[in-house]
């Protein structure tokens, strides 16, 4: 999780990574501050932290790009650190005798394919599903026909 910080920051989300490792305490352990900060700038290419993004809520978005940020670092870590070790896609079988992985990539759409190989970052596509639908806002104004 990322704390909101309003006043200052001009409706931007700045990452607090204490609320982020104590959300994330697995993560955290394998994360560094620093790491953790790189992860939030390259969850904030994914989802905008600017008070024109389409996540106007600043709690929203910190929690959203705390999703991202644990997605990210499980996909970067080594799997001994709690990653994934550069599997792509989610693990469809599993051998343990002779280590067997296969992994499923191309089963949904492209776009959510990415977010579906960890638990967080399913858990970020589904909390952002009505961002992605079309939304029809009228012009409040009535407009007359220039004919009369």
């Known amino acids: 999780m990322a704390a909101a910080m309003p006043d200052d920051t001009g409706g931007m989300v700045v990452f607090d990574y204490t609320a982020w490792a104590t959300r994330y305490p697995v993560l955290a352990q394998a ?32 929690m959203l790009l705390g999703l991202l940020v644990a997605h990210i670092a499980t996909l970067e870590l080594p799997q001994a650190q709690g990653g994934q070790a550069g599997l792509v896609g989610r693990v469809a079988s599993a051998t343990q005798g002779s280590v067997t992985v296969s992994t499923a990539y191309a089963t949904l759409a492209e776009r959510a394919a990415w977010f579906a190989q960890t638990a967080y970052g399913a858990a970020f596509w589904a909390a952002t599903r009505g961002l992605r639908q079309a939304r029809y806002v009228p012009d409040a104004r009535r407009r007359m026909p220039p004919w009369g």
Not at 33 to 56: E, I, K, M, S
């Open 31 to 62: 994360v560094a501050q620093d790491q953790a900060q790189a992860f939030f700038d390259q969850a904030c290419l994914y989802l905008a932290n600017t008070p024109a993004g389409p996540v106007r809520d600043l709690a929203r978005r910190g």
